[in-house]
């Protein structure tokens, strides 16, 4: 990686989206290692997992009203639960949910590695590349798609989380890894993608009346 003396905001965020994906990649394989060195010791854990929380007593006081105020409760709250077990039996649900958790990463990673594409193409003069579209369709689709992973691995680890110990007043709803604002994001940058594409057909139009 070398950088430009010219520099524009092109350049900026081209270097940016390279270091982001490269230290991503880096936490990815240290997190892995680690992770790995656990197994070996029979001992395995996850970090601090977002999840969504129900607590049964706001179910009866789910609104209070006081003069012309009414407040609402919502009986479900975020939280952070973390896992470990040293029975192997149970270690395939932590390498579940380790797994899980390095996804988020991944997807970040992918994302900064093809706007690098994107922002690459800019500075070499060639923001028409019919490369453009499809880094723009990707990211979005990506980022589109990715919060409704959740709810499909809900089904599957809702068991697991029904068996857990825990106070009688508390349960695990499921987990809470990527909220809506992927989804909003992706489809951003599809329309963006869209916009682009359009973009590169008016233009080789002009060129060939040209």
Do not use: C
Not at 48 to 72: N, W
Not at 108 to 113: D, E, G, P, Q, R
């Amino acid at each position: 990686m070398t950088f430009n003396k010219d520099w524009t905001l092109a350049h900026f965020l081209y270097y940016i989206s390279q270091i982001g994906y490269v230290l991503i990649g880096g936490l990815i394989l240290i997190q892995t290692f680690t992770f790995f060195m656990q197994s070996q010791n029979n001992h395995l854990s996850t970090d601090l997992i977002p999840v969504q929380l129900e607590v049964q007593e706001f179910k009866e006081a789910s609104d209070i009203k006081a003069g012309e105020v009414t407040l609402h409760i919502n009986e479900e709250m975020n939280g952070r639960v973390r896992l470990s077990t040293s029975d192997k039996s149970s270690q395939w649900p932590i390498i579940g949910f380790f797994l899980v958790g390095l996804l988020k990463y991944v997807i970040l990673a992918i994302v900064l590695f093809l706007f690098s594409k994107l922002f690459k193409t800019i500075i070499d003069k060639e923001p028409f590349s019919e490369k453009n579209p499809t880094y723009l369709f990707t990211i979005g689709w990506i980022l589109f798609l990715a919060p409704f992973t959740i709810p499909a691995l809900n089904f599957f680890v809702h068991p697991y989380f029904a068996s857990l110990d825990l106070p009688e007043n508390l349960s695990i709803a499921g987990l809470t890894y990527m909220g809506d604002g992927y989804a909003y994001a992706g489809i951003f940058i599809l329309v963006l993608g869209y916009v682009f594409k359009e973009g590169n057909r008016l233009y080789k139009e002009q060129q060939l009346t040209i």
